[in-house]
């Protein structure tokens, strides 16, 4: 789950790293007021849970709170990579003197968070990432003890912070390691963390994405989901214990655990075919579960056929078949179905479909051909 | 035995509710000697005939068990894998699903520190066919013989052994590591352990895009690989960003892609299937030699 950048450094300020002076806006008047209060030149900053929000002219500088009301009006109706603004930041434009880098993530080879600091910082910080990674200083703390302070300096010394800030780069860096794990962040990201000509540091961004799976322990964070409207079905079949992604084509998909559906959506590419989604129900497949599943897959009106691959397992393959037909009884789908049952009473799970006004097919590469064709 | 678990292991359930109690008896049925089970508070009660302890400690004390299998839910699963760890169990498997990445980060830490194999969390299990499941697993998918099966996914791999199993080639271990961003058994440690394993004569390598554990056990098998292995990845054609079901299933930039897993394994003269129904075929020619 994603922060805005307004919440993340809320976040940060409650840690005690400084940040800019800065208010929320949701219309030009209230930038206006934000930046009249403020004073001085301000930065007007969509909110918007998408990348590159400065190079899709998302971050406007007001050197007036006329001019910052005008620079809210025309950020507050763009869109960035298709999602609309509806809030924008006010803050205190910093003096900036240097750009850093510093950010903290999952290294899943070392099994250890990572800690990344870089003289190189800003909206390239990708590029370097990948061009010349020897310029961001790693480290990788314990996570049992936390962030220590001579790794911060290690850290200080490798990337070349300038002496007169590191210790203020290593209290930021610490603090940052706190936040990182007191909210279950997957990542955290200060890009950039700004040298001021004064010689201050702080906080010019701020990117918090959180663990999902940990949210039942950080309940203020989860108040602050929002969903948009591209995610609403994704977040509907998550309430009922799915897992869902829309994608582009025209064959929906579904089964039961993660590998399986990866391994049916490539099985419809092998065939010729796009799938139009990724839906794992999870381990059982009731007739309740498939039912739900139906829906959600038929509501994208892209569908023109639907593959159900089911494992039996738990749930055995005559149960699944049952409750397949109980389905298609009561509530006829719009679109054809081809069902591919496999594991525990699978084959009498396919006698059962004998006859019903469906496909069934008995391996995983038939399926998926017949359910490309019957799209097309 | 194989590699991990066989006929001595001796398994406790870690959270006896209606989950753990079902795969317990279902375990037991299997022929694996599952000795007890834990449940804080329930200590001195039977489950199913399964005599249940307060503690993994006083279970392991009153039974001589050496392996674990945990069912406690996402919110206390972190605690019940410390306290196996701190029993010094040879074999703990989480089967549960959605733990918080900084508990296994924690995990992680303490594991390093350990002689302990813990294999999951979010995954069905292991199981040495014919001699001891330790998992989730449908069993009668599995047969004895001398395929090494390691996989990232739950259901697929059922299916692979499914189809293993119906062409006659049955498995010596398969290992259900799951498919979190962080796991016990990575792929590279699990394959290592295959390699060495005397009754594996090929291994299977089913892998997901996210992260770089293929690469780096295609890498450990150009090294030190003293049999042939066959490679799958799951996940060709997600596009990037998006997360597939397990959380670790995420192409992220360049990192974690099909495209980077197959060619490590083909730079390794590991032969990789387009869909699992061509896995059979691959394993009989490495077989052939």
Not at chain 1, 234 to 239: C, I, K, L, V
Not at chain 1, 315 to 339: F, M, N, Q, W, Y
Request: net charge negative; with cysteine; proline share 6%.
């Amino acid at each position: 789950m994603k922060l805005h950048e307004y919440q993340a450094k809320q976040l940060l300020t409650r840690a005690g790293i400084p940040i800019p002076e800065g208010r929320l806006a949701t219309t030009p008047e209230e930038a206006e007021a934000a930046a009249r209060a403020i004073g001085g030149i301000v930065a007007v900053k969509a909110q918007v849970h998408a990348g590159g929000r400065g190079k899709a002219g998302g971050i406007k500088i007001a050197k007036t709170p006329n001019e910052a009301r005008d620079h809210a009006s025309a950020i507050l109706h763009m869109r960035i990579k298709g999602l609309r603004v509806r809030k924008v930041y006010v803050e205190r434009a910093a003096q900036i003197a240097r750009e850093l880098y510093l950010g903290i993530t999952l290294d899943r080879d070392r099994r250890r968070p990572v800690v990344m600091l870089s003289t190189v910082g800003g909206m390239d910080i990708e590029e370097v990432a990948s061009s010349s990674p020897e310029k961001i200083a790693r480290g990788w703390p314990d996570p049992l003890v936390g962030l220590l302070p001579f790794e911060a300096r290690a850290l200080c010394f490798d990337a070349g912070v300038p002496a007169e800030q590191r210790n203020a780069v290593v209290d930021v860096a610490q603090r940052l390691y706190r936040v990182y794990a007191s909210t279950d962040a997957m990542l955290v990201e200060i890009n950039p963390l700004f040298i001021q000509t004064d010689g201050t540091v702080i906080a010019g961004d701020a990117k918090l994405d959180i663990d999902d799976n940990a949210l039942f322990r950080q309940p203020e964070l989860r108040d602050w989901k929002e969903i948009s409207p591209d995610e609403e079905s994704e977040e509907r079949a998550r309430a009922l214990g799915f897992s869902y992604v829309q994608l582009d084509g025209d064959v929906g998909i579904i089964g039961n655990g993660a590998g399986l559906v990866m391994g049916t959506l490539d099985a419809v590419r092998n065939a010729g075919g796009h799938a139009a989604n990724f839906l794992d129900v999870g381990g059982g497949a009731k007739e309740s579960v498939v039912r739900s599943a139906l829906e959600i897959v038929l509501a994208n009106p892209k569908v023109k056929s639907v593959l159900i691959n089911i494992f039996g397992g738990i749930t055995r393959g005559d149960e699944v078949a049952k409750g397949i037909l109980d389905v298609i009884s009561t509530h006829p789908p719009r679109a054809p179905l081809v069902i591919r049952l496999s594991g525990t009473e699978a084959e009498a799970g396919r006698k059962l479909l004998e006859g019903a006004p469906l496909v069934s097919r008995a391996t995983m590469d038939e399926a998926a051909a017949e359910a490309v064709r019957l799209a097309k | 035995m194989s590699v991990l678990l066989g006929r001595k292991t001796r398994v406790i359930v870690q959270g006896m509710g209606r989950e753990g109690t079902f795969h317990a008896t279902r375990m037991r049925d299997y022929g694996t000697q599952v000795v007890g089970g834990v449940v804080p508070g329930s200590g001195g009660t039977k489950r199913e005939g399964f005599p249940v302890f307060d503690t993994v400690a006083e279970a392991v004390d009153a039974t001589d068990a050496n392996a674990s299998i945990i069912f406690v839910p996402a919110p206390g699963s972190m605690d019940a894998m410390l306290e196996a760890l701190d029993a010094q169990l040879g074999l703990v498997v989480t089967i549960t699903e959605g733990t918080p990445v900084h508990d296994m980060l924690r995990v992680a830490s303490v594991l390093a520190r350990s002689a302990t194999t813990l294999i999951g969390p979010n995954c069905p299990g292991a199981i040495t066919p014919g001699e001891c499941k330790i998992g989730i697993m449908p069993a009668e998918n599995f047969s004895p013989g001398p395929v090494g099966f390691v996989s990232r996914s739950g259901t697929l791999t059922y299916e692979i052994a499914h189809l293993l199993t119906e062409a006659d080639l049955g498995q010596s271990t398969c290992l259900g590591i799951g498919g979190d961003p962080v796991i016990g058994l990575p792929t590279p440690d699990a394959v290592r352990l295959l390699n060495e394993d005397p009754a594996t004569a090929v291994i299977v390598i089913v892998g997901e895009i996210g992260g770089s554990a293929e690469e780096h056990a295609a890498e450990y098998m150009r090294a030190y690989g003293n049999k042939p292995a066959v490679g799958f990845i799951a996940g060709r054609s997600a596009p990037p960003g998006k997360r597939m079901g397990h959380a670790g299933a995420i192409v992220s930039g360049n990192q974690g892609t099909a495209e980077s897993k197959v060619k490590a394994f083909e730079a390794a003269g590991i032969p990789v299937a387009n869909a699992p129904s061509e896995i059979p075929g691959l394993v009989k020619e490495a077989l052939r030699g």
